[in-house]
């Protein structure tokens, strides 16, 4: 029994089917090749390589802030977004969440045997314009490959390294009685906008996702000011899940004011279609801060500055410790515990 | 159209199957349960949350070093080794190999529906394990879940940071003619096993992985004054990869004496039978270090002297360039090209 063939290669050759093949996740002449010829040339424009099996980092100012996140998002492009952009922007906006500067990214492939190497080159021609637009480098990275059917494409996962900008970082244990909180845009875009391409539900036009990157909102505030007490990016379980995380970890109750909160006439016109509620659709370029009562209107100024999040809203506020972890006030006018979410209604989702 | 039914709940709870579903990665409440009941507790035995989204951590001694990894092997348990140890060790040896102490790491699991929760148990267990053997830290992490068919089981991606040991690190380009060349122990043990329990192949014993962590030969090299040229841990490609990248790095030739490498007689049966060369085969707990002549010896008493590494060997030297990168001295005495890895005859082996 041998694996091999007579030439010593025992699968066809990239050049000669345009796919991914298993010897491009071995370590040796073809996984180079898929480097040098299909990543590496588009990352780092001068042709060097692009990352190291392990980086040398110039020391940091800051403290060292770390977040990893796996992109397993279905289909691989959508409107307003792709994989390979989401990778980075969901890691730079955990790690500005956090309160650090990004810097530094390491990139690790996935890829199913007979992917199309021009489905791998696009997306990671998206990956590369994201890091430029965040101004931040990949520097370490992994591709492996996996036989046909054992993975759906090309699952991403990416590591941020930042360096925190305050002393005290921002954090939900440090949320005040009284607190504003605001939303940085339009809710639920991202799931939507998935939901409706896998699906291939037909709106016209096509929802679009949020995904994109938080730099210049956070910039805008620290610019300002505003010391936020907290941040963070509404994905998964949406907004909903980021006021339970909240709620959980201050030990107060956080109201909601649903009439506040906005939305897009697509996005609530697909999520009532479905049965859907907007606050608990994911988002990957929205998010909330809770900053200081007296702080609010200034930080609210300051995000609207931004084309992106000029439609930026206080949507909620801290409370006094009640009977359920967060309340939504609905457009009646009614006050309902808001549940936290725990369905599957977008698996895929990022 | 509605994707919940009327509790709420679209899909079977966990406790009611003994099996991940796909509301464990919506980042909800079976999410938080998921991390809070399976994760947690293995990692961090006081109960207190394993990971953050984003993790601060204490400022660098020295310059920060990141290295990136997914494991994908198949099957998830192999003797001598599993995914959840391959995936700790495999990132704390990239770490170690590029002259840094390793200090904290990202775990990212892809989870497929239906996986039983108890091989999720028995896998995150492996991953404590191994991070107290290396003395290392989970701090951030994520949890994807992608539907049945859409990945084989679980794949996981770690990212290692630690901080660099002295201020230059070893790295092949620094390579000089008539260096030595060591390696840590037999080699080709851990694709040997892997192949050996995927195919069910019926050895008696059956192969054992290599599948480990390097911190003490490190440690022995560094206490007994040895300043390494490089070092690389022999992963997928085997000893025939690292020979080829440290030649294309340094742009000297290498010699490897094939009498003189150190192989098991299970590991040279099985190739021998499969048609397999043990110079291209992985293993992931033994490495190649290339010193200056004059400490070779030094090197390899120090290397010895750790229990799992009495086996270490000098095996090679750094030529003057010649007409190939990687020369090997066959058992015959005659010397040929040593051909850089371009099967795939193990795939899926990390």
């Known amino acids: 029994m041998s694996l091999f063939d007579a030439s010593g290669c025992p699968f066809p050759r990239d050049d000669?089917?345009?796919?991914v093949v298993l010897a491009h996740g071995e370590g040796g002449r073809a996984t180079r090749r898929?480097?040098?010829?299909?990543?590496?040339?588009?990352?780092?424009?001068?042709?060097?390589?692009?990352?190291?099996?392990?980086?040398?980092?110039?020391?940091?100012?800051?403290?060292p802030v770390l977040s990893t996140d796996s992109f397993v998002v279905s289909p691989l492009f959508f409107p307003g977004g792709d994989i390979g952009s989401l990778a980075v922007y969901g890691t730079v906006n955990d790690l500005l969440m956090r309160g650090a500067r990004p810097l530094w990214l390491s990139l690790s492939m996935i890829l199913e045997e007979g992917l199309p190497l021009s489905t791998l080159d696009a997306v990671v021609d998206r990956i590369a314009f994201?890091?430029?637009?965040?101004?931040?480098?990949?520097?370490?990275?992994?591709?492996?490959?996996?036989?046909?059917?054992?993975?759906?494409?090309?699952?991403?996962?990416?590591?941020?390294?930042?360096?925190?900008?305050?002393?005290?970082?921002?954090?939900?244990?440090?949320?005040q009685i009284g607190?504003?909180?605001?939303?940085?845009?339009?809710?639920?875009?991202?799931?939507i906008a998935v939901l409706s391409a896998r699906e291939q539900l037909r709106f016209d036009p096509p929802p679009r996702s949020d995904c994109g990157h938080l730099s210049e909102a956070i910039e805008a505030l620290y610019a300002a000011g505003i010391q936020p007490r907290a941040l963070r990016d509404a994905t998964r379980g949406g907004v909903a899940a980021v006021l339970h995380e909240w709620a959980q970890d201050s030990g107060r109750t956080l109201l909601v004011d649903e009439s506040q909160v906005p939305i897009g006439?697509?996005?609530?016109?697909?999520?009532?279609?479905?049965?859907?509620?907007?606050?608990?659709i994911a988002n990957e370029g929205t998010f909330l801060a809770a900053v200081a009562p007296k702080q609010a209107e200034q930080a609210l100024a300051a995000l609207r500055s931004v084309e992106l999040h000029r439609?930026?809203?206080?949507?909620?506020?801290?409370?006094?410790?009640?009977?359920?972890?967060?309340?939504?006030?609905?457009?009646s006018g009614q006050e309902q515990p808001l549940l936290e979410p725990n369905g599957a209604p977008l698996p895929r989702i990022c």
């Open 311 to 331: 439609r930026a809203a206080i949507i909620g506020v801290v409370r006094e410790t009640g009977v359920t972890p967060v309340v939504v006030r609905r457009f």
């Open 130 to 175: 994201a890091v430029r637009r965040c101004d931040v480098k990949i520097i370490a990275g992994d591709t492996k490959v996996v036989p046909r059917g054992a993975a759906d494409g090309m699952f991403l996962t990416t590591t941020g390294l930042g360096e925190l900008r305050t002393p005290s970082p921002p954090g939900p244990s440090t949320l």
């Open 179 to 191: 607190d504003a909180i605001l939303v940085s845009g339009p809710i639920g875009r991202h799931g």
């Open 34 to 63: 898929l480097l040098e010829e299909h990543i590496f040339p588009r990352l780092n424009p001068a042709g060097l390589p692009a990352w190291e099996d392990a980086a040398v980092l110039p020391a940091l100012a800051g403290a």
């Open 16 to 19: 000669e089917t345009g796919r």
């Open 265 to 280: 006439a697509e996005v609530r016109g697909v999520a009532e279609l479905l049965g859907l509620d907007p606050l608990s």
